[in-house]
């Protein structure tokens, strides 16, 4: 997700619970299920995991273009997809394992369903970045680099464009195909795919271009690692969705 870079990750949960029983001065049963704490820390994890859910639904809310930031999983049922299709979604947002491609049509719908798809991934702590692949290219031009963030008391450099599209938990490439294709545009591209295919990262691509028009447009080898490895691909039709609104 652009512009996402001031976000808060979550504590980790493990961490919680030694801190509170050194605290009280207790140490951990060494059988957890006859610990009578256990009943308190579970809930305690349990409102840290929903406080942390809120806040980065809030972020949401801010970074993600207002014409998707309320996409979610009920829109699937509208969205003209058979039933096994919508489950294979559900799922997939649920345990983004693999990349997800959405081909179809101008006005399908492809891209509210992809921010629908990963809005569950955020919220549950991992780390979304992308966009229109347009803006996506012009963030990664040379000399767009992170920058520092000099709020706190030592600088720390934030990860470039580039870096956060190969390396975050999930991304994300809008309108694939509609690029001008160019030497560098295309080893961008390649290189996205090609470092997150390597590392096993799910990838979120929505392409107006027919598959066999997309393999082209990519070449075989890029085109293989987008769609090889068991990557759902889903075709969407009908007309226009654009043009119903006011």
């Not at 009920?74 to 649920?94: C, I, K, M, Y």
């Not at 990664?140 to 390396?167: H, K, N």
């Not at 075989?220 to 009908?238: D, H, K, W």
Request: charged content about 35%; proline content about 7%; some cysteine.
């Amino acid at each position: 997700m652009s512009r996402n870079d001031d976000r808060e990750e979550p504590t980790p949960l493990g961490d919680i619970v030694p801190h509170l029983d050194r605290a009280k001065g207790m140490q951990p049963e060494h059988d957890p299920d006859l610990d009578p704490r256990r009943g308190v820390d579970e809930e305690l994890m349990a409102e840290h995991r929903e406080r942390q859910r809120g806040h980065r639904l809030e972020l949401w809310h801010r970074l993600v273009p207002q014409r998707y930031r309320d996409a979610d999983l009920p829109d699937l049922d509208d969205a003209g997809l058979n039933r096994p299709d919508v489950e294979r979604l559900r799922t997939w947002s649920g345990d983004p394992d693999r990349n997800l491609v959405l081909l179809g049509p101008v006005g399908t719908g492809k891209t509210h369903l992809a921010w629908a798809c990963m809005r569950e991934p955020y919220l549950s702590g991992r780390s979304v970045y992308g966009g229109s692949l347009l803006r996506v290219l012009d963030q990664m031009r040379p000399g767009q680099d992170g920058g520092w963030d000099l709020t706190g008391i030592d600088p720390v450099r934030r990860p470039s464009a580039t870096e956060r599209l190969c390396t975050d938990d999930v991304a994300f490439l809008d309108d694939l195909g509609v690029e001008r294709a160019t030497e560098w545009t295309m080893q961008q591209v390649h290189r996205i795919l090609d470092d997150r295919h390597a590392d096993m990262l799910p990838t979120v691509v929505t392409s107006n271009l027919e598959p066999a028009d997309l393999k082209t447009a990519l070449g075989e080898a890029t085109y293989s690692r987008l769609i090889g490895s068991g990557a759902i691909v889903l075709r969407l039709a009908g007309d226009d969705r654009r043009r119903r609104r006011p």
